[in-house]
């Protein structure tokens, strides 16, 4: 194909987006992790080791299911379910946890860091963590840690340390702040597992490659189902890993939709919501270009989200990219939106899906009336809800 | 030639080390904040780094932080910057240097943001985010008499460090270890070990040495290794707790190891 999608360059460049914009001292690093993944990728071995890990661990492939009463609800299009929440740990993070442990431990690394927002990366990197021995230290934002509480005691109880943020805005951005402090002041023995897309290169491109699982098994299982490909595609975007998982391999098929769902808080005309790719101009941090919510001078605007996952200010380049080439329809819903997306789900289908998960079942009431009966569309449950209970109960009961 | 690199030398040939001092711009207030930097350069201090306050300073340890975060509260921005930068360059004839992140720049806009780093006096820029490859593309409509100074790491290695020596101009920043700004307590000979390999990379820059050098002491340790020190984390600490008119007295014992 003439106009086949083919990012990012050598240098982990989407267009204007992506790059490496760390200090000195992880630059080495990075070119280190660089080959090492780019070597890794070519070998049988670590090829195999991470297919075997993902099927008798993980738990993949994750079913494909059809959710038959909330397609009846709509009348339109039929719709599926991608079951992350039904990965082990609760979320497609392992997906991502577990290509990199190996490359850590190819590294010769010992130590991990890693830094979390709604727990589930920080859950999926401790137990990688436990299941290969290695120390984990997970950062996560002080805000997150009181509504996220039952990830909290997950990790510890998986034998991490969790080192509260109490900087900033004490959500995800200021717990990768911290966590790429502790990597620039002991890069010598340990790995840094970023959770999403984001970052410097090649942890964007790395990251989409071990989330890509995602969409190549709806590929094959919507083709054994319905003998063709899904008309539309539905993702919640944080950072943008579980987008970027079940969108890439449907890039370059262009009758394939893909919706990308952000977190619009308490609305986007309120300030407080963080709805990047609606909103953002394009700007610097934590190692990428790519769009950014900032004030006039180029500070980093404080975000909001029910969802401590969507709680992120900037996003991975390649969604910027994928904005500005108009390959993906970025759109935002409220946490209100968002709560009822979790009511839907569960009183529809029994699933309970994750706050985060959540926008982007949310969004089917303003695709679906669009639809016809002869279409397809498949929703990226990223994520169980367990973890949300609290907050759910506390929006519900007041 | 850089008017950066000339004044070094100047300080060099009379046998000495040059002295930079970080100064988070408008901390700890607006107020004062000119007179706080001409003391400093008149207790001997030969240059002054002016920070950009940003709200994600992830190359600095938590008192930079603060100050950042103070000065963010207080209301600086790009233009007090600026301000300050022409009257301590009006002041004195010692270079000032802006040091501080990229987004800021970004979105001030870069055109602009060279044209009033030459409007009021400045002489050199520190971006410890933009790295050697990603040089070409963010400095691209850099003017000639405003010189980039890159930094060299621990982990660089020799290779780099070539890279970096050629692209840099006015000095090279021989960062002295692994971490954020203000380390605090360096392990002695890990250090001059790999300050040594910067040092000996470098062949076309001067080089100064920063992170962590918070005392007379350690400016004696590693003057054999360099062409000058420069010291921020140590001062801003000094600032929380004697305040900003003790300064002086710092900065004084600080030039007497020179």
């Known amino acids: 194909m003439k106009t086949s999608y083919n990012y990012p360059n050598s240098g982990g460049k989407f267009g204007p987006f992506g790059g490496r914009f760390v200090p000195e001292t992880l630059m080495k690093p990075l070119i280190e992790l660089e080959k090492v993944y780019n070597d890794a990728k070519k070998e049988k071995t670590f090829v195999n080791e991470l297919a075997l890990l993902q ?95 039952p990830n909290v005691f997950r990790m510890k109880l998986l034998g991490a340390e969790v080192k509260p943020v109490s900087s900033g805005s004490k959500t995800l951005k200021d717990a990768t702040n911290e966590a790429i402090r502790d990597w620039v002041t002991n890069v010598e023995t340990t790995h840094y597992i970023i959770g999403s897309v984001v970052g410097p290169h090649p942890y964007p491109v790395m990251v989409r490659d071990f989330q890509s699982v995602i969409g190549k098994e709806v590929w094959k299982q919507i083709m054994e189902r319905e003998k063709k490909l899904p008309d539309h595609i539905i993702a919640c975007v944080g950072g943008g890993s579980n987008a970027i998982g079940i969108f890439y391999p449907f890039v370059n098929n262009r009758e394939v939709n893909l919706h990308g769902i952000e977190a619009a808080g308490l609305g986007i005309d309120t300030g407080k919501h963080c709805a990047t790719l609606t909103l953002g101009t394009p700007g610097i941090l934590h190692g990428m270009k ?12 404080p975000v909001h989200s029910i969802s401590a996952g969507l709680d992120y200010p900037g996003v991975g380049p390649e969604h910027s990219i994928l904005k500005q080439i108009k390959r993906v329809k970025y759109s935002s819903v409220t946490d209100t939106e968002a709560l009822e ?7 529809m289908e029994g699933i309970l899906p994750a706050l985060e ?32 209970l609290n907050t759910i109960i506390n929006h519900f009961e007041n | 030639m850089s008017a950066i690199r000339n004044h070094i030398e100047g300080i060099n040939s009379t046998g000495r080390l040059a002295l930079s001092i970080f100064l988070t711009a408008g901390f700890p207030a607006i107020e004062g904040f000119t007179r706080l930097a001409k003391s400093v350069l008149d207790a001997g201090a030969d240059m002054i780094e002016l920070g950009i306050p940003f709200s994600d300073p992830l190359a600095d340890g938590p008192v930079i932080q603060h100050s950042s975060m103070k000065a963010l509260a207080n209301g600086v921005n ?11 360059a009006s002041y004195s004839a010692k270079p000032v240097i802006l040091m501080g992140y990229a987004n800021p720049l970004l979105k001030y806009g870069l055109t602009n943001f060279y044209s009033d780093c030459i409007n009021s006096g400045v002489k050199g820029i520190i971006i410890p985010d933009i790295p050697a490859e990603e040089y070409d593309d963010f400095f691209k409509g850099k003017p000639k008499g405003l ?16 890279m970096i020596d050629a692209k840099s101009r006015g000095f090279v920043y021989c960062v002295s270890t692994t971490g954020t700004t203000g380390a605090g307590s360096i392990k002695k000979d890990e250090t001059i070990k790999s300050i040594s390999v910067t040092r000996k990379n470098v062949t076309q820059n001067k080089m100064m040495v920063g992170f962590g050098i918070s005392t007379p002491e350690d400016i004696k340790t590693f003057a054999p290794y360099c062409d000058g020190v420069i010291v921020g984390s140590a001062l801003i600490k000094y600032i929380n707790n004697y305040g900003p008119l003790e300064t002086p007295d710092f900065i004084r014992g600080l030039a007497g190891a020179l």
């Open chain 1, 290 to 301: 790519t769009f950014l919510l900032q004030d006039e001078y180029g500070q980093v605007a």
């Open chain 1, 55 to 149: 099927k008798d661990y993980n738990g993949r492939p994750t079913p494909l299911t059809f959710a038959g009463r909330l397609t009846k609800h709509f009348g339109r299009a039929k719709i599926y379910l991608k079951r992350e929440d039904l990965c082990h740990t609760g979320a497609h993070k392992l997906n991502n946890a577990l290509g990199q442990i190996l490359l850590a431990i190819k590294l010769g690394k010992k130590r991990i860091i890693a830094e979390t927002g709604a727990g589930q990366h920080g859950v999926a990197t401790a137990t990688v963590c436990a299941k290969f021995g290695l120390q984990c230290t997970v950062y996560m934002g002080e805000e997150d840690i009181e509504r996220q509480k």
């Open chain 1, 357 to 388: 998960s959540a926008h982007a079942v949310a969004y089917l009431n303003k695709l679906m009336p669009k639809t016809k009966k002869d279409q397809i569309v498949v929703v990226n449950v990223s994520g169980r809800g367990d973890k949300d």
């Open chain 2, 78 to 88: 790009m233009k007090n910057v600026f301000l300050f930068a022409d009257e301590i």
């Open chain 2, 147 to 162: 010189d980039a100074v890159l930094l060299a790491a621990p982990t660089s290695g020799s290779e780099r460090i070539k």
């Open chain 1, 341 to 347: 997306g979790v009511k839907l789900l569960t009183q």
